[in-house]
């Protein structure tokens, strides 16, 4: 019974480290995360304000020149069926998987060891 307490109070002692330590790191993973949102911000509130620059004189807003959906529809059927017959083009590699030959071997055993058996039960030892 002297053992199975000695267990027990092991058992719970290192559970608890664990959990402590776990505890632990909890506690300095949210620190580090409340001093960065701290410094993040202290940071956002001495950055100077974009008001303040000289804005630059407002340039003529480029275009670009929308894709109609007719000929987006064609170029789209058309990359498709150049993928696709590359894709028909390309054939699998034949390729035969060697079997271990320690499982041949064991296979040949087994049905050795069987049609002995069967011959020993008939009697045609």
Same mark, same amino acid.
């Given at each position: 019974m002297a *053992?199975?307490? *000695?267990g027990l109070n092991l058992t719970v002692l290192g559970v608890t480290i664990v959990f402590t330590v776990l505890a632990i790191l909890a506690v300095v993973l949210? @620190?580090?995360g409340w001093a960065e949102r701290r =410094?993040?911000? +202290? *940071? &956002?509130k001495? &950055? /100077?304000s974009p008001a303040s620059t000289p804005a630059p004189a407002p340039e003529a807003k480029e275009e670009k020149p929308a894709i109609p /959906?007719?000929? =987006?529809?064609v170029i789209t059927a058309a990359v498709l069926a150049y993928t696709a017959e +590359? @894709?028909?083009q390309l054939r699998p590699l034949p390729f035969k998987r060697k079997i271990s030959d320690s499982w041949r071997l064991y296979g040949l055993q087994t049905q050795m060891e069987d049609v002995e058996d069967f011959n020993y039960e008939i009697g045609k030892w």
């Open positions: *053992e199975f307490m *000695e949210y @620190a580090v =410094l993040v911000e +202290k *940071e &956002a001495t &950055a /100077p /959906p007719r000929d =987006l529809a +590359k @894709a028909s």
